[in-house]
Structure formats: C-alpha cells, structure tokens
C-alpha cells in the first residue's frame, strides 16, 4: 500500500487535472470582473480569455488574445507535463517533466496579479480614473461628453472562484514538487 | 536526458514567442490595430463626427404637455419629449434637480423623475418629472409675479443617472426653460 502511495506522484496527478480544468473553466468564467455602470463596460479576464464588453459591443484585443494564446498553450503544455510525470515520477527524466510543469501555473498567476496592478495603476496615474481590484468605487470619467458637466460612474471589480481555483492549483502544482522527494527515496519494489 | 531538457526548453521558448510573433506579422501593416481593436475605432466612429467633433450629447427636452398641479399637495407633473442622441440604448434612472424662478432666482422647489425610462438609441422617450413648490415660492409667486398667469422657471443643477453614469450639470450648465401656470393663482 507505501509502494503504491509513492509509486506516483499524486499531487501531480492532481494538479495536472486541474491545471487541464483550469484551461476549459478561465474560458468560461473570468478570474476577475470589472463592472463601469450598469454593466455599460464590462472587463471579463484571465490568462485564457479577456474579454471587454463596451455598451452592446463585445471584442477583444488582438495583442492581449496573443497573450491568451500563450496562457492557453502554457497551461497545456503544463498540465500535459505533470500528467506524464505523475505516473511515472522516477524516471530519469521525470525530474525534467516535473520542472517544466509545476511552475508555470504559479507563474501565470503572479503574472495575472501583476498585470491588473499595473494596468489599474496606469489608468490611476494616465487617466485619473480609480479601478479598484476588489469592491467598488466611484471615480469621474476623463470624458468631455458635455461641456460644463461631471460624469461619474460607479466600477465594480472582484476576482472571480476560477482565480481562486487557479490558486488551488498552483498550490498543488508546488505541493507535488514538493512530495518529488518522498516518492524518489522510497525504493522501487 | 539533455535532450528532453532543450525539447522542453524550447516548447517554453515556442509557446511565448510564436503566438507574439504571429500576431506582430498579422499586424505588421497596422501595429496600433494590435492594441486598439477595430470594434473600438467604429464606436468612436459613431461617438465623434466626420468633422472629429462632438455629434451627440444631450438635448434639451422639450415640455410636450400643460403642468399639472394639485394645489392642495403643491405638487406638479410635466412631460418632456428627450432624444436619445446617444448611439446605444440608455434608461435614465432618475433625474433631480432645483426649480428657480428665471427672473429672480428665487428657489422655488425641486423636481425628480417619476420613474426610469429607457431609450433605444436615436429614439425619443418621455420624461414624466414630479416637483414640489415650496410654502415659499407659492409666497414668491403671489408677491413677485401676481399679476401673471405663467411665470418662467428654470431647472437648474440637475443630476442624471444614465444607466449607471451620474452626470452632473455644473453651476448654471444646461438650465431647462419651461412656463408654468401661477399656483398663487390656483389656490
């Protein structure tokens, strides 16, 4: 029952289903919401699909469906990769496998966090408009629609429970690193 | 061994630079076309003119019935005929505003949007707004303007909600004219 416990990695396992889950729910349902009015702009993002709603019209952003791309392929690539090492986590290239996918979930994370920080600063300092990352807030639009008036807007953010599955998923990713040890020192049977 | 290590290599290097450099080859004859989408550069199309000036905006409305009022309360009711020059449906959630007399400037009451109303884009809807005469401005409408059936006043620093977007009218921006009956003459 030992042998069999560390005769795969089961954390890998784990976290390469859910790194492949993970592609198929963030095409779906955004890691983090952005909300301008009654729904007149919509953000809805995360590393596999960005999509921006503005009033009627729905599009996306040809450098940013790039990126998309490369979180897709990414996330793939990783989730393959951990699958293949997870049942066999001895091998004398497993090690390689087990590099080359836990890290990239974690990494696409810290990459989505940053990114929506340094965008929200950059419309803060460029536009003078306050996008909160998490509740709402009211800022004025740097619009002149009509000259001689104020137009403010309520924003609502929030990260969504597919950001929070990603995490989930980075973590086991980093927990079956972390299990590589055990499984490598118990010998072969 | 080595070799599952620059295959593994390289796929991470294949998956971030291929899609970038694709889309830069698509892209290379527009490379702003990357960043600004073309559904944004129509939307702006339809905002600006061919002239690249403001073409939409709020109108002022038109008053398209007689004010009601009940005496009694010193309430009123009036329509208004508002265009939705904007190019997309909006619903105007409320409306609020002070009433003033155009002659004095004296506070006569103030006046709020019966209930929302929504507009498909370049059609034209009806305001229904309800306001309220202050004890005082009947008092002003007896000593002041006695003598006159209608009276001029003006609505002044109004606050719209447009499907989410407050826009505030700043100091003497925007005043809607309107003639109403003398409620000191209706008592």
Redesign the interface.
Known sequence: MGSMLTKFNWFALAGGVATILLIVVSAVYPWWQLT?????ITVKASPVNMNLG????S?????I???N??GI??LL?SGV?MLIYSVIPRK??SM??L??GYKKPLYIVLFFVMGLLVTTVICQTVLRLTIPLIGSATST?PI???????????LSAGFQWSFWLAIVTAALCIAARLYHGKVVAVPSV | ?DK??LI?TL??IA??VI??I??LL??QDNLL?????P??TE?TGDFMGSDGE?V???EAPAVVDELEYDATTRTFSVSFEFKNSF???I?I?SLTGNIECEEHGFHLGIASLSKPVSIDAGETGTLTVLGTWTEEAIAHFGTAHGAEEIVDVVLVDFTVDI????????Q???EQSMQVPNPALME
């Open positions: 301008v009015g009654d729904d007149l503005f009033f009627d019209t599009f996306a952003v040809p450098f469906w790039a990126l791309v490369i392929l990414s690539a990769a004398s290239y390689h496998l590099g080359f639009l002149p629609l009509v000259a001689g008036a104020t137009l403010t807007v309520l | 061994m599952i290590r593994l796929v991470t998956i971030i899609p970038i694709g889309m698509a892209y076309g990357l960043f600004i989408p559904e944004i939307l403001d939409f905006g709020l190019p997309l449906n619903t959630k499907s989410g977007i407050q826009l505030e009218m700043d003497g921006q925007m």
